[in-house]
């Protein structure tokens, strides 16, 4: 059974920080490229960040780039997804999600989800 638990959201300042966490379990973690998605009130689901298995390989939405950095601990099955610079707009329900290869981008392309975690940012 393929889990993915989410952690670290919460709420924080305009130009605060957070690192979220996300454990892995029921897969082999390195086989699989990881991704961060997000989803605000009333909106689709939106790529954020993605990393190949190995780490070496990252993806990242235009909005984010500079302000958030995707990483993995293959020993700890954990990919994390820290975060500078926080703005309102960044307020979302954040997901992690395994994917075979790390450029793709769209839901769709996605096995298997977490619950998510919510990151609010006030202004």
């Known amino acids: 059974q393929v889990q993915l638990v989410e952690s670290g959201g919460g709420l924080v300042q305009a130009g605060g920080s957070l690192r979220l966490s996300c454990a892995v379990s029921g897969l082999t973690f390195s086989s699989f490229a990881m991704g961060w998605f997000r989803q605000a009130p009333g909106k689709e689901r939106e790529f954020v960040a993605a990393?190949?298995?190995?780490?070496?390989?990252?993806n990242y939405e235009d909005s984010v780039k500079g302000r958030f950095t995707i990483s993995r601990d293959n020993a700890k099955n954990t990919v994390y997804l820290q975060m500078i610079s926080l703005k309102p707009e960044d307020t979302a329900v954040y997901y992690c999600a395994a994917v075979k290869y790390w450029r793709l981008t769209t839901t769709m392309d996605y096995a298997y989800w977490g619950q998510g975690t919510q990151v609010t940012v006030s202004s």
């Open positions: 990393v190949s298995g190995s780490g070496g390989d990252t």
